[in-house]
């Protein structure tokens, strides 16, 4: 079975900061997917970005961006330049390859990030 | 609507009773998924249909937790004899058939379970 780490339950990062959050996860598989979601206190989940692990470029979606560790299996998730709006718990997600043709996805326990004015 | 529908939003029940919760997917996806979030903490799998296969039961905590799903359609997850412990937000999430790049889950708003 898959498993996915988040070993930070809380932090916090000044207004316009850089906060790293970390994710490790553990599969003997050699393609696979990863994901970052943000949930807001609206308990609404929303996809924040996407790694696929074939692929050796980093993820970038504006301010968020990945540093994705495929030999370490570490996933973490930097945001740059952090805003109010960013405040939200945070979860690490993990999907197995498409060739088992499901999109059974697994999930850590979540990092809440605050952000300070 | 264009999201994933639950309902109730909250729901407070007395323990032993039984609850029904409602999940209503994007039209055309044909997975659904149930989680559990406690309070404060992460997404708990607990059942997984795609379309016409056998659903995974694999998160399912016990013999009290079931659910349905008819076709590419509503599903239901039923509680039996609530206990305090069961208390938690149940999230539903949809996704698409499996294509590379169509991994996205589509979340509901979930259903707040209280057990008194």
């Known amino acids: 079975a898959q498993t996915v780490t988040q070993s930070q339950p809380e932090m916090s990062v000044q207004e316009a900061e850089t906060v790293t959050l970390s994710c490790t996860y553990d599969?003997?598989?050699?393609?696979?997917?990863l994901f970052w979601y943000k949930q807001p206190p609206s308990r609404q989940m929303i996809l924040v970005i996407r790694?696929?692990?074939?692929?050796?470029q980093n993820a970038t979606e504006n301010r968020f961006s990945v540093n994705f560790q495929k030999a370490a299996k570490s996933f973490s998730l930097k945001i740059s330049d952090s805003q109010l709006g960013d405040t939200a718990m945070y979860f690490c997600?993990?999907?197995?390859?498409?060739?088992?043709?499901?999109?059974?996805?697994?999930f850590g326990a979540g990092t809440r990030l605050t952000v300070k004015p | 609507g264009a999201g994933v529908s639950q309902s109730p939003s909250n729901k407070v029940t007395e323990k032993g009773k039984d609850v029904e919760l409602r999940c209503d997917p994007i039209?055309?996806?044909?997975?659904l998924y149930w989680y559990r979030q406690r309070l404060g903490q992460g997404l708990e799998f607990l059942i997984y249909?795609?379309?016409?296969?056998?659903?995974?039961k694999s998160g399912l905590p016990s013999d009290r937790f079931s659910a349905e799903r008819t076709g590419e359609s509503v599903s239901t997850l039923t509680i039996q004899r609530t206990q305090q412990e069961d208390s938690a937000v149940y999230l539903c999430?949809?996704?698409?058939?499996?294509?590379?790049?169509?991994?996205?889950?589509?979340f509901g708003s979930g259903t707040q379970l209280s057990v008194l």
């Open positions: 999430a949809s996704s698409m058939e499996r294509q590379p790049g169509n991994e996205k889950l589509f």
């Open positions: 599969t003997s598989e050699s393609n696979y997917y």
């Open positions: 790694q696929e692990a074939y692929k050796q």
């Open positions: 997600a993990f999907m197995k390859p498409l060739a088992y043709n499901n999109n059974d996805m697994r």
């Open positions: 039209s055309g996806h044909t997975a």
């Open positions: 249909f795609q379309g016409n296969s056998a659903p995974d």
